[in-house]
């Protein structure tokens, strides 16, 4: 893909704006150090287009002139955008100008930071957007949401909890597909009663922690039911190493298990506080060299544990559950990037807090604690599962408001001018 900034005059409106222009791309192509704008192509043709900021609201763009190639209202261009529909859309050409989508050819990544681009610059948008509502083909559009996972390919797939289902959107996709349950509350191979995490590897095989059927499931790519590969189990959290082996936190046993092998890798050494100890693990997280980060509930902690040890170290809390920078209060999600720092879903104190490695205390990002507004998308209301997907976007489950929110990443004050 090629693209140059231009100084351009598009359908003819006055005035000009500098903007980008994209040569031989694709639709939603990235084409600006700011993540979330992407190159839209114009109507009429093949592999051109403009770069644009991605999240307007697809009810602000209206139609195309007859001719599908001009606009008549001001200010506006004709593009292609499949996220909102198949006729070509008047797009503000506002939204497409280097203050919203700064060209990538004047910056580049600082080669000391991780792959993932994340550094101690890093922010979130504190405002969410709202995120996998609508299902298709369904006789209940309701999502209640209560677990969720992003593959590589941006998919989000989402447990709803109301309608005993996994429901999944591809990327851009307005209305999601039922892949998995939709047939009631069960413990048949195509039901569910209380799904708690997911996950799906590069094969399109969903795991599926069915915590009110004590069991683990697994769900074949278009298949009609699962099977179990795990059961008597109380399961919480899910994760997948970069090899494809599965990790399960265990209430009963207060520990994390591997699979297939079945070894323990976390606790396991009854109910406690000591550091070989955990005390209701829940979500669980998996990183590159399968360090396995556990959410230590009623130990108010989050404790790493590297392959092979003994025992854990305390990344985030142990200090008692509460309200202070230091302190958490019944965790309940956890991520970490490839620098090491960890991010806690807090969720009896609605917030997620970032922790630098070594760090005494965390640091809020995102979440209004004290605050419940359902209109309010910087609320997050006794959330219940979080997860990043590989741009550093956060996705959080807002179970108290029936939710799910998605916080774009910045990662512009991590890059450097040539």
């Not at 191979?189 to 969903?206: E, L």
């Not at 965790?331 to 990037?337: H, I, L, R």
Request: proline fraction near 5%.
């Amino acid at each position: 893909m090629m693209w140059r900034v231009y100084l351009v005059v598009l359908n003819c409106l006055v005035p000009s704006i500098v903007a980008h222009v994209c040569l031989n791309t694709t639709q939603y192509s990235p084409c600006s150090s700011n993540i979330a704008c992407g190159c839209l192509i114009l109507a009429g043709a093949t592999n051109d287009g403009i770069c644009s900021y991605l999240y307007t609201a697809c009810s602000e763009s209206n139609a195309c002139a007859p001719d599908n190639r001009t606009c008549l209202e001001p200010d506006h261009t004709c593009v292609q955008h499949p996220r909102c529909g198949n006729k070509p859309l008047c797009f503000p050409t506002s939204m497409s100008t280097q203050a919203f989508c700064p060209p990538m050819s004047s910056t580049t990544i600082d080669p000391s930071l991780p792959h993932d681009g994340i550094c101690a610059q890093t922010k979130w948008k504190r405002d969410g957007i709202i995120v996998a509502t609508d299902v298709d083909g369904s006789d209940s559009n309701e999502v209640r949401p209560s677990a969720i996972f992003v593959d590589e390919n941006d998919a989000i797939y989402i447990a709803d909890h109301a309608n005993k289902r996994i429901v999944k959107w591809e990327a851009g996709a307005t209305k999601g597909q039922v892949v998995a349950g939709g047939h009631g509350d069960g413990n048949a191979n195509d039901q569910f009663t209380d799904v708690r995490s997911i996950v799906v590897d590069k094969n399109g095989t969903m795991f599926i922690c069915d915590r009110g059927n004590r069991r683990v499931q697994r769900w074949l790519k278009s298949a009609n039911q699962a099977s179990t590969v795990l059961d008597d189990i109380l399961c919480f959290g899910l994760a997948l190493d970069n090899e494809g082996s599965l990790y399960i936190s265990d209430g009963a046993h207060d520990r994390v298990i591997k699979w297939p092998s079945n070894e323990t890798v976390a606790g396991g050494h009854s109910v406690g506080f000591d550091l070989n100890q955990l005390n209701d693990p829940r979500q669980i997280f998996v990183d590159r060299h399968k360090s396995v980060y556990v959410v230590d509930g009623y130990n108010y902690r989050i404790v790493k544990w590297p392959v092979g040890a003994q025992e854990g170290i305390v990344v985030a809390g142990g200090n008692g559950e509460g309200v202070g920078k230091s302190q958490l209060s019944y965790p309940n999600g956890v991520v970490a990037d490839d620098s090491g720092t960890v991010y806690v879903l807090d969720y009896g104190n609605d917030r997620v807090t970032r922790w630098f490695p070594n760090a005494p205390s965390g640091i809020l990002i995102l979440g209004r604690p004290g605050f419940n507004d359902p209109d309010d998308t910087s609320v997050i209301y006794r959330s219940i599962d979080m997860t990043m997907d590989r741009h550093g976007n956060l996705y959080v489950v807002d179970i108290m408001n029936e939710r799910t929110l998605k916080f774009l990443v910045d990662k512009s004050a991590c890059i450097q001018s040539n």
